[in-house]
């Protein structure tokens, strides 16, 4: 297997640069999240450019796709994210350099030999997620990766997730049973070859950059001092809650394996989800405060802010906030974004501007 040559040439001139980074970005796994910027890549990889500097910060990283645009615009990217996939699939896509899974690792893993007899998955999601076949797999595949260690663990959990995500109906874990089933191969192949073609699409994500870092945690225990910071939190919506938790607990539990069968699990939901982790930019009410601590910890660095016109709060607040810390007004750029979520008939809803907020 060949690796992806580094797509960061300085000698190429800005646009050449930013036009690479994009080509590169577009091989990232895609991976139905809330909020991921995979079609705002544009607008922010010219915004990055034009900001420039060498360390970043991506403090809610999620599907990870702007920490690896980040990266293949040449910067030191550390990402983090209060659930512990994001950071699995950023150290698998940006932290690792070099390492991809081999045919060898991809039979192993697949090979349906459950090396300690573990079935966590299966006893508690039998006939609610997947057929058996596929749960059994989740479990000895497991009982493999638990032997692999660094970069080639991240890969394989990280396809593991990518593989479940594509096989649950839009990619979210609020629903059992196959009531949005619209007849998509990739919600019937078989969970063990979904896995292998995920692992073709993270191996090909693999390139050599800039030395990255992820990290697990909260937004408000992050260091300071980057040149660049990209604050993507949740858009507090202005009635009812934001939970990531709620959607991805499943690809959440499965990233660590349920805690090593450890994990709370709410027994009495009909889902079996894991417990909410509170957040403070889950609601409408403590959004403001959360948002205004957030951008006065990083007001050392160039701070890029995503957020949407159907949120909590409106632009004039944050402008007024960023206002606040920066001492100048941001530059706000304005884009028609349609969200993916939601039914057709709810599609035309969810349209909305999406906001990016520069203050150099
Ligand atoms: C809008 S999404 C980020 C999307 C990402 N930029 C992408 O393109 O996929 C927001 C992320 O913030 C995370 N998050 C929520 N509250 C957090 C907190 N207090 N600290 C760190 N991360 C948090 C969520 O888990 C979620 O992954």
């Known amino acids: 297997m060949t690796l992806t040559q580094p797509v960061l040439d300085l000698q190429l001139p800005r646009v050449a640069r930013v036009d690479a980074a994009l080509t590169q970005a577009r091989s990232y796994p895609h991976l139905r999240y809330m909020g991921s910027k995979y079609r705002l890549l544009p607008a922010l990889a010219d915004t990055f450019a034009q900001l420039g500097g060498e360390t970043a910060l991506d403090p809610f990283t ?102 479940a995500a594509r096989k649950q109906p839009r990619g979210v874990f609020t629903v059992t049973g196959l009531r949005y089933d619209d007849g ?107 948002l205004a601590a957030t951008l006065d910890q990083f007001s050392d660095s160039s701070i890029v802010l995503s957020y949407g016109s159907n949120a909590v709060p409106d632009l004039d607040t944050l402008t007024g906030l960023i206002t606040d810390v920066k001492g100048s007004r941001p530059e706000v750029i304005t884009l028609r974004h349609r969200y993916h979520f939601g039914t057709h008939a709810s599609a035309t809803r969810r349209e909305a501007e999406e906001y990016i907020l520069v203050a150099p």
């Open 184 to 290: 998509r191969e990739s919600l019937h192949l078989p969970l063990a070859e979904q896995f292998r073609r995920c692992v073709e699409a993270w191996n090909s994500s693999v390139f050599d950059g800039p030395a990255c870092q992820a990290e697990r945690g909260d937004v408000k225990s992050a260091e300071g001092n980057w040149d660049l910071v990209y604050l993507d939190p949740p858009y507090a919506p202005p009635r009812d809650d934001n939970d990531y938790i709620k959607r991805y607990w499943f690809l959440e539990g499965l990233s660590d394996y349920w805690q090593d069968g450890t994990a709370e699990i709410m027994e009495t939901t009909r889902t079996k989800k894991l417990a909410k982790r509170a957040t403070a930019f889950g609601s409408k009410r403590t959004i403001g405060d959360a």
């Open 62 to 163: 999620g599907s990870g796709v702007v920490s690896y645009l980040l990266k293949a615009q040449g910067f030191h990217v550390t990402s983090r994210d209060y659930l512990n996939f994001p950071v699995t699939l950023a150290r698998a896509s940006c932290v690792n350099q070099t390492t991809m899974l081999t045919e060898e690792d991809v039979a192993r893993i697949s090979s349906g030999e459950n090396r300690d007899g573990r079935d966590f998955i299966s006893r508690t999601y039998g006939g609610l997620y997947f057929t058996s076949g596929d749960l059994a797999f989740l479990d000895s595949a497991w009982s493999q990766i638990a032997t692999m260690e660094g970069a080639q663990q991240d890969l394989a959990i990280a396809s593991l997730v990518l593989a």
